[in-house]
């Protein structure tokens, strides 16, 4: 939501905005003890083995996981997205607390609104952001689609070095959201 124009009126544009960026920079981040054990368990070796080198501290943090700046053996320069630990589970906690909102709602009558299946779309959307197999599947088909196009660039997957919970690419650099809208 902090980068979707347009959810406000025009009065409450500069409020929400400084707000909504106060609330990225701000974003958790995972200890580097964390994350080696995610990437561990997730890829079957430690993280010295995987990379030649591995900036331990994270250059994007989000609610899900965070990036870091690495190395592989070959040389190439690589953005490691790793989710925070327990992630996975804290949302489908939070996805079973939404069901059972769902359902006193029903009782009240919401069910004429099909309040259970907008609730499934919903909880199906959350599941696919944490399902980075899925979001490499979908980069090779972007890559696929834009093939060619001089405007469009998709990172490359790094196969090898991602899992469901652990996400791989070439490192592409570029202007900050902040530095684009400006």
């Given at each position: 939501a902090s980068y979707?124009?347009?959810?406000?009126?025009?009065?409450?544009?500069?409020?929400?905005e400084s707000a909504m960026k106060h609330l990225r920079s701000a974003?958790?981040?995972?200890?580097?003890?964390?994350?080696?054990?995610?990437?561990?368990?997730?890829?079957?070796a430690p993280v010295d083995e995987l990379f030649a080198s591995f900036d331990e501290h994270a250059f994007?943090?989000?609610?899900?996981?965070?990036v870091h700046r690495a190395t592989l053996p070959d040389g190439r320069v690589v953005a490691v997205k790793v989710q925070h630990p327990g992630i996975?589970?804290?949302i489908e906690s939070d996805l079973t607390n939404a069901g059972l909102l769902e359902s006193?709602?029903?009782?009240?009558?919401?069910?004429?609104?099909?309040?259970?299946?907008?609730?499934?779309?919903?909880?199906?959307?959350?599941?696919?952001e944490l399902d980075y197999e899925l979001e490499a599947r979908r980069m090779?088909?972007?890559?696929?689609?834009?093939?060619?196009?001089p405007q469009v660039r998709v990172t490359r997957l790094v196969r090898e070095r991602s899992s469901r919970s652990v996400l791989t690419t070439e490192l592409?650099?570029?202007k900050t959201f902040d530095e684009?809208?400006?």
């Open positions: 979707v124009d347009g959810l406000l009126p025009e009065e409450h544009r500069d409020t929400y974003a958790p981040r995972s200890s580097p003890a964390e994350v080696r054990k995610v990437i561990q368990e997730e890829l079957g994007a943090s989000a609610s899900i996981g965070q996975q589970k804290a006193m709602a029903a009782i009240g009558g919401a069910r004429r609104f099909n309040s259970k299946n907008v609730l499934e779309g919903i909880k199906q959307r959350f599941r696919e090779k088909h972007f890559a696929r689609v834009h093939e060619g196009d592409v650099t570029g684009a809208c400006a």
